[in-house]
Nanobody, 110 residues
Framework: VQLQASGGGLVQAGGSLRLSCVVS????????MRWYRQAPGKQRDFVAY???????HYADSVKGRFSISRDNAENMVYLQMNSLKPEDTAVYYC?????YGQGTLVTVSS
């Protein structure tokens, strides 16, 4: 399984970013997908989950601001991030079936 995340960058507080992750080497439509993040010097934390059927679940810290979605035809999972805060600064990883992608850095300036 290979996962390739993209879409990170530098944004001001209150701004938005959309992360993307393309998955290969597995039957994407059968798998739940997750996003995690790891801030400098901290552990990797759960951010969002989407089941194969489209049910979603979010960490309390991002609920109401972030939205996870998937496109099974394109083997893609997305994370729309709105109202970004400096504490959202981290490397964001997509995850599926025991595998992490290489991560994409999101930096939110105050």
């Amino acid at each position: 399984v290979q996962l390739q995340a993209s879409g990170g960058g530098l944004v001001q507080a209150g701004g938005s970013l959309r992360l993307s992750c393309v998955v290969s080497g597995t039957i994407f439509s059968d798998n739940a997908m997750r996003w995690y993040r790891q801030a400098p010097g901290k552990q990797r934390d759960f951010v969002a989950y989407i089941s194969s059927g489209g049910s979603t679940h979010y960490a309390d810290s991002v609920k109401g601001r972030f939205s996870i979605s998937r496109d099974n035809a394109e083997n893609m999972v997305y994370l729309q991030m709105n109202s970004l805060k400096p504490e959202d600064t981290a490397v964001y990883y997509c995850y599926s079936s025991g595998y992490y992608g290489q991560g994409t850095l999101v930096t939110v300036s105050s």
